[in-house]
């Protein structure tokens, strides 16, 4: 848990009613149907909004704007793109139906969103620019509140747009509060030190914690937990472990704000006081504007669209060939390399550097010096970095074993997953095997000619796919049905994840022992922790009864520990390059490439908890992702722990050694 400002993320979300978003960014001026994007006729700077800015360090809220709203909309690039989210959410979303009617569980934030409606009524609208269209598609899919659901339209993701106050939510005095954890003085200068420490009590003449809630509850697409999206949208300096880290919380956006400035009233602590102390200086209000940093790729409005928005697929639609499937544009898009301005880790790793660190130990100081860390910061382990993953992971146990460690606190904050398969070597290493957790994939027609010409290919992800009673592609071709929503669907048998072929390829002790039993170990977790980290905290909490805390979020409601447990997700740049390898990428029913620079991302396969056997098994409340798994006990920011995270794991292992997190039995 490394205590850094947010970086950039792979895929910026952001959420709002579809309708509302559609009927705000919605032009009443028509533009021509078949405009051409490119429109920089001369090199007149005043007349190309981004040759005004192009080499700036820095530009204003409307100077990017200006810019990103320059490229016409398009109706043959927004039909071949509305074409290719409706192939892959109707045909593989495997949360299609279930989203458009989702139970009603408690302690959920599912709202209804009927996808396919809301891409015809997309369609329908007449759009001023191309970044209206395209944002509209990214919050359609948003509001879903699955985070493995995703449309990126990298042309828009190229700026950085940043409030310069950063903000945190802190436990002061036993009230909860909007706190400023630093400020960004690089980008504006009228932002000043002496705020870091001060209470916002206003924001746009707001309570400060109202106007909070409300934006994690309407804007967040991060979770269908409400708390975890709280713990989103803060800004603060926390960790960052190389996903989405707040691509869309209130200082931070991949994508153009929706307003050009806030106003914070603050109140700071007398000269020589404490916050905690309350006494206070009178309140002041300032206006802080959004700042755009600029990408370093371009010289004028042709030269942005041809290095950041135009796609080698753009005619994709018209060639119907197969060699014309450009793998180098699939593979960077995918391997995260379509960003000018990039995480350093991103970075590290295009230049071929190792990805990690992923994973660290730490042994506290007195007086917890017997409670040792396991920080798990990723389980997204490149496949050159496994078997010292492995290493650092064993090594690490049998130093703790050696400093008599008596408790492990398992901190899984803010990892947006990755290897299942690391996930598994995790708890089978403490518990020597963990029960399957049952899963399905959406049938379709076209997928079972993927998987059928999938079983006759060497080393596609098919084989990693197992079910002991089905052979060959059986467990996908006999079909059960289920209620998803209002629908019935069909699904495949269910299967569980080999890991064979992770294990034959690296060195694994399979009987290993270690000393530490259920009740010594505890998760931490902030609610970031999604996709395989998600089902991991979840096959620990449930299958072998470790008590999970729960970190930050809204104080007085419980909050669950894990967020988007979806069960495996895939991308449209990887799974053209997969289709390419079996030769199938001109299936007629294939998704073709998006027209522009933009990826896709959706859930592939659902997971069950693992109570869903027998008459169980095929229920929609038995998914992990519409399930509750709440935390067993909370552990709330505050000022001294939120800047210091030994601090703050030593305040949980206080709380942990003490027994006041026991195990819930809902």
């Known amino acids: 848990m490394k205590l850094v400002n947010s970086q950039p993320g792979y895929f910026a979300k952001r959420t709002t009613s579809i309708l509302f978003a559609i009927s705000l960014i919605c032009s009443t001026i028509s533009a021509a149907p078949n405009a051409t994007v490119s429109t920089n006729d001369n090199n007149n700077n005043s007349n190309d909004p981004c040759a005004a800015i192009a080499g700036q360090t820095t530009a204003s809220f409307h100077e990017a704007k200006a810019c990103l709203d320059h490229f016409p909309f398009n109706e043959s690039i927004a039909t071949q793109t509305l074409d290719t989210v409706r192939k892959v959410t109707k045909e593989l979303y495997v949360f299609n139906e279930i989203a458009s009617s989702p139970p009603h569980i408690e302690g959920l934030s599912a709202v209804p969103v009927d996808i396919q409606h809301g891409l015809d009524v997309i369609q329908n609208e007449k759009w001023q620019s191309d970044r209206e ?70 924001i746009d003449d707001q309570e400060a914690l109202d106007m909070v809630v409300n934006y994690a509850v309407n804007n967040n697409g991060e979770s269908k937990d409400v708390n975890t999206c709280f713990n989103n949208i803060m800004n603060t300096k926390s960790y960052f472990h190389g996903w989405d880290d707040g691509a869309d919380d209130l ?64 005619n994709y639609a018209k060639r119907g060939a197969i060699g014309h499937l450009d793998v180098d544009e699939l593979r960077m898009m995918h391997e995260g390399q379509a960003f000018d301005l990039s995480p350093e880790s991103a970075r590290n790793a295009a230049a071929g550097g190792k990805k990690g660190p992923y994973v660290e130990f730490i042994t506290l100081d007195k007086p917890q010096a017997e409670v040792g860390v396991i920080d798990i910061q990723s389980f997204s382990i490149d496949s050159n970095d496994r078997q010292d993953f492995i290493d650092t992971f064993y090594n690490g146990l049998k130093e703790f074993e050696s400093k008599g460690i008596k408790k492990i606190i398992l901190d899984l904050s803010s990892n947006g997953g990755g290897d299942a398969c690391a996930g598994e070597f995790i708890i089978n290493t403490f518990f020597g095997s963990t029960p399957d957790y049952p899963s399905d994939i959406k049938y379709s027609p076209f997928l079972e000619r993927v998987i059928k010409k999938a079983a006759e290919t060497e080393g596609t992800k098919w084989g990693d796919y197992k079910n002991a009673k089905y052979n060959g592609t059986d467990w996908f071709t006999q079909t059960n ?27 694994i002790d399979k009987n290993i022992t270690t000393p530490w039993k259920a009740q010594d170990l505890l998760i931490l977790s902030d609610g970031r922790c999604g996709s395989t980290c998600a089902i991991v905290a979840s096959r620990l909490r449930i299958s072998h009864q470790v008590a999970a805390m729960g970190l930050g979020g809204i104080r007085g409601n419980r909050m669950q520990f894990a967020s988007f447990p979806g069960g495996e997700s895939q991308r449209l740049s990887g799974f053209l390059m997969d289709l390419q390898q079996l030769n199938l990428q001109d299936d007629p029913d294939a998704p073709s490439p998006f027209p522009e620079r933009a990826d896709m991302g959706w859930t592939f396969r659902e997971a069950y908890r693992p109570t869903a056997t027998g008459s169980e098994m095929g229920k929609e409340t038995e998914l992990l992702e519409y399930s509750v798994n709440n935390a067993d006990c909370r552990m709330h920011f505050d000022d001294e722990n939120s800047n210091d995270v030994k601090k703050l794991w030593s305040d949980v292992a206080e709380v942990f050694v003490s027994g006041q997190c026991p195990l819930i039995h809902d």
């Open 251 to 314: 200082g931070y956006h991949r994508f153009l704000p929706a307003q050009e400035m806030h106003t914070y009233t603050m109140r700071c602590p007398k000269n020589g006081t404490t916050p905690s102390q309350d006494q206070f200086d009178a309140p002041f209000t300032v206006k802080v504007p959004w700042v755009a940093q600029v990408p370093i790729n371009f010289n004028d409005a042709d030269s942005y669209w041809n290095n950041y928005c135009q796609s080698s697929h753009t």
């Open 133 to 202: 269209f395209q944002e509209a598609v990214a919050l359609l899919l948003d509001k879903v509140h699955d985070t493995h659901l995703v449309y990126s339209p990298f042309c828009y993701r190229q700026f950085i747009f940043w409030q310069p106050i950063q903000l945190n939510a802190l436990v002061r005095d036993q009230k909860s509060v909007i706190n400023v954890a630093y400020v960004k003085n690089d980008i504006w200068p009228e932002a000043k030190e002496s705020w870091v420490g001060c209470e916002v009590t206003h």
């Open 481 to 507: 049905t289920y209620t998803r929503g209002k629908d019935q669907v069909k699904f495949s048998q269910p299967v569980s994840l080999s890991c064979d072929r992770w294990e034959s390829e690296l060195t």
